[in-house]
């Protein structure tokens, strides 16, 4: 397997795994019990290592997308994208351990790190969905709202002459 298909393989985890700890959260708390909060905070950690190996494997499939011809600029705005995301999701990651660690030595939680860890997930949902659809254009130019002018086209390196001199 390369960095590639290692790249596709680790950016799907943040999202999913994201999506899956906000659904445990909400329902331990529609139930009333904290048992299934642990869970949660775990499947957010496996997300943030899960974002940390989307970014280490996000230049070779940088790399091999610019040599096969794709646009820079949609290469670019999916890269600027996924840090944003990223970084939200190591930020969710982090507080997930320090609760885990509060959790398991029966350490009260302050109030409010529900309502964060809330906010955080559904803030990295929608920043990994955003760097999700930026990253599918780049194979699906059909995403785009306008037809894209440099998506696959010939580079002009001076080397092609000019048709229609």
Not at 86 to 102: A, E, K, P, R
Not at 141 to 154: I, K, R, S, V
Request: net charge negative.
């Amino acid at each position: 397997m390369n960095g590639v298909q290692l790249h596709f393989l680790f950016n799907h985890v943040p999202l999913f795994f994201t999506l899956f700890g906000l659904l445990i959260l909400l329902t331990s708390l529609a139930l009333k019990t904290t048992a299934p909060r642990r869970y949660a905070l775990i499947i957010w950690i496996l997300a943030a290592l899960g974002s940390l190996g989307a970014m280490a494997t996000g230049e070779e499939a940088e790399e091999l997308a610019e040599e096969w011809g794709m646009s820079h600029a949609a290469i670019q705005e999916h890269e600027e994208s996924a840090e944003v995301a990223h970084f939200t999701c190591i930020g969710l990651g982090l507080l997930s351990v320090v609760l885990l660690i509060f959790d398991l030595r029966k350490i009260t939680w302050w109030r409010g790190s529900q309502a964060l860890l809330i906010m955080l997930s559904v803030a990295v949902i929608i920043l990994m969905s955003i760097a999700a659809h930026e990253g599918g254009k780049l194979r699906h130019p059909e995403l785009y709202q306008a037809a894209p002018t440099d998506q696959n086209l010939p580079h002009d390196n001076g080397e092609e002459a000019d048709e229609h001199e």
